[in-house]
């Protein structure tokens, strides 16, 4: 994963960064001078962001920088104060979370919010709601299409399960499974809506440094079998340096730095956000 | 272990496993239904069940209906309605008006039973489509709003339509439900037979619902509705579905409540009716629609055996309630419902013991229905 190979950025006409193999393609998300007050409290301000069809963007910064914020704006659990979100070249501005979720965004909740007293596999299934089109007298009386669809969407559902070896639980109760395991399940159902864009929120919480690193394969293949983009918030640099493609610093509501793995490492003032000003630098 | 291998055990252990196809499910499920009619009617046509139990058997099927729509609301959908008695009533003056115009009476009277059947599908269906409205009505608001307004809402529903019967005795000259006086004259089409087919058809369609994308759905706005609508699944739209669904039943409930008694008066339909059917759904296990059945069964059947302590039938309510608050808070049966399918898989694969290995069983065990 170390040695993989980062793609040059360039510059949307919008002024956000896109990798070189999704120039001249529509990015799928991009945020103009987003921003969102509570109160008085800018959380956060002029979050400028574009995501190209196939990236995978890291989403960093200190803790209570308003990276959860954005999750929230980007699926309108929050109604955004200012500016706009285009997803697709669509404005999102009259969509309600469940549009957006059918326009393409899908989304995993840092902490975990599953329905814990349903099957593994209904966990999945729940999410492909609105590609089973049979109606209620078809489900009500069994219709031979209602038979259809619940196998298309077994089998879908178990492809899905596949990527992260979780058929073998399908018939468990979702609320018992262990929590790396439930974590990944909240991907698996994100990714049964067929999003275009996947967010996940702090993917690799609570896992431990082997489940990490499979974790990150998984993430790469999702994005190369799907061809998605997807954005991660997550405080595993060994993670975020890893797989994305570009990152964002977020730190007190705005980006502070923009680029590759590479130039954030170095970005002075992301340093300075992590780690604080050198002593002599204040004197 | 690599992505691939994992996949590949986890099939594996599913494999091992005896599974009975769905039509033998399905023809073992009409058997067991088909026997116990047979049972019924053979026990009836006997003189074992008298008329007297005749006509406890008849209520018993009817809090059957009631509780089991109830707790389509309470345990399925996870929302607090407190005015079922409101949708039993309007079902129940609803066919009873429609019945009393047609010449059922008569037919009845007349011995014909057959003849009653078109009449009596007519009479289920209005009182369903009427209650449905209604849910419909109160539904689409209460619903939108997250929290515990269903409940307020629907309490004050039930209270109005008590009233309204109560003092509305005429419309526009014609006398429709004689107010507080009661509608009286009413055919009684209810039969023990009628009755056991509509609690069948009731529990039958209850188990399609819940166990389709619909019932999917339901279920995950109960378990967590911003992860349901962040999925795409529409909240207000699931949410009014199972309610009206409810409505809809309670009105058949009520339907053949009024074809049972002959009369119907609006008092009946107190606040209290509604705690009433409430209880069975808490007593039984909120989401259990076998435990609605049990407790229907036993609250109806309960205070008959004990009508030389009927004063203090309120107390024991409140008492039965209290201690099962303490000892089982979820209820006779939970959230568990009985599937005869999976009890004889369970067999099936305890005498073959085919490949179930040990660690999938744990898994495999505790799944839904």
């Given amino acids: ?283 | 272990m690599s992505i691939k291998d994992k996949a590949a055990s986890g099939s594996e252990r599913l494999q091992g496993r005896i599974r009975i196809p769905t039509p033998l499910r399905y023809l073992i499920n009409s058997c067991l239904i088909a026997g116990l009619w047979f049972a019924l009617s053979g026990m009836a046509a006997g003189g074992i069940i008298n008329n007297y139990w005749k006509g406890i058997l008849i209520t018993v099927g009817i809090n059957i209906i009631l509780a089991t729509s109830l707790n389509i609301s309470v345990g399925y959908l996870g929302q607090l309605p407190l005015g079922h008695a409101g949708f039993m009533a309007v079902g129940a003056y609803a066919s009873a008006i429609y019945m009393k115009s047609t010449p059922a009476a008569a037919l009845i009277k007349a011995g014909d039973r057959g003849a009653v059947l078109p009449y009596l599908i007519t009479a289920v269906l209005i009182s369903a489509a009427v209650a449905g409205l209604f849910g419909l009505l109160i539904g689409i608001p209460a619903l939108r709003l997250k929290g515990d307004y269903l409940a307020i809402i629907t309490l004050g529903f039930g209270e109005i339509i008590r009233v309204t019967i109560t003092n509305i005795d005429s419309v526009l000259g014609f006398k429709f439900t004689y107010g507080a006086a009661g509608l009286a004259r009413i055919p009684k089409f209810t039969t023990l037979g009628n009755c056991f087919a509509l609690v069948v058809i009731s529990l039958t369609l209850i188990h399609m619902l819940m166990k389709s994308r619909f019932g999917r759905a339901i279920l995950a706005v109960r378990d967590n509705e911003i992860a349901a609508e962040s999925v795409g699944v529409d909240t207000t739209y699931y949410k009014t579905l199972a309610f009206v669904f409810s409505a809809m039943l309670a009105g058949v409930a009520g339907c053949l409540y009024a074809g049972y008694l002959g009369s119907l008066y609006p008092s009946t339909f107190k606040f209290m009716k509604s705690i009433e059917i409430l209880v069975m759904v808490v007593l039984g296990g909120m989401g259990s629609m076998l435990g609605s059945v049990v407790s229907a069964t036993v609250l109806t059947v309960l205070p008959e055996m004990l009508r030389a302590f009927s004063d203090y039938r309120m107390v024991a309510y409140s008492l039965l309630l209290v201690v099962m608050m303490i000892f089982r808070p979820t209820g006779l049966m939970g959230s568990y419902d009985f599937s005869m399918s999976r009890l004889l898989e369970k067999l099936l694969n305890a005498v073959f013991r085919r490949g179930a290995a040990a660690d999938g069983e744990a898994y495999t065990e505790e799944g839904g229905r």
């Avoid at chain 1, 060994?238 to 007190?252: E, R, S």
């Avoid at chain 1, 340093?271 to 604080?276: C, F, H, K, T, V």
């Fill in chain 1, 1 to 283: 994963m170390a040695d993989r190979q980062h793609g040059k950025l360039y510059p949307l006409p919008s002024q956000n960064m896109v990798l070189e193999r999704d120039l001249g393609k529509m990015p799928v998300l991009e945020c103009r001078r987003l921003g969102i007050n509570f109160g008085g409290l800018a959380a956060v301000s002029e979050f400028d962001l574009g995501i190209g069809p196939t990236e995978i963007t890291g989403l960093i910064g200190p803790n209570g920088a308003g990276k959860t914020t954005v999750f929230n704006l980007l699926t309108k659990v929050y109604e955004p104060t200012t500016g706009s979100i285009l997803l697709n070249g669509k404005d999102t501005a009259k969509m309600s979370t469940i549009e957006l979720n059918k326009a393409g965004i899908a989304r995993t909740f840092q902490n975990i919010r599953l329905f814990k007293n349903m099957s593994v596999e209904d966990n999945v299934k729940v999410a492909m709601d609105h590609s089973i089109h049979c109606g209620l007298g078809t489900a009500l009386f069994r219709l031979p299409r209602y038979w259809k669809e619940e196998s298309d969407a077994h089998e879908r559902a178990m492809d899905l399960l596949g990527i992260f070896g979780l058929q073998g639980m399908a018939n468990a109760k979702a609320g018992s499974l262990p929590y790396g395991a439930q974590r990944r399940l909240e991907i698996v159902r994100a990714l049964a809506t067929n999003p275009s864009l996947l967010l996940l929120d702090e993917p690799a919480a609570g896992m431990n440094p082997a489940e990490t690193s499979e974790l990150m394969e998984v993430i790469s293949h999702i994005r190369d079998e799907f061809q998605i983009a997807i954005l991660l918030i997550e405080h595993d640099m060994n993670l975020v340096m890893g797989i994305c493609d570009g990152i964002a610093v977020l730190n007190f509501g705005r980006i502070i730095a923009k680029g590759t793995p590479e130039d954030i490492q170095n970005n002075p003032a992301v340093i300075e956000a992590y780690l604080g000003r050198k002593k002599e630098a204040k004197s």
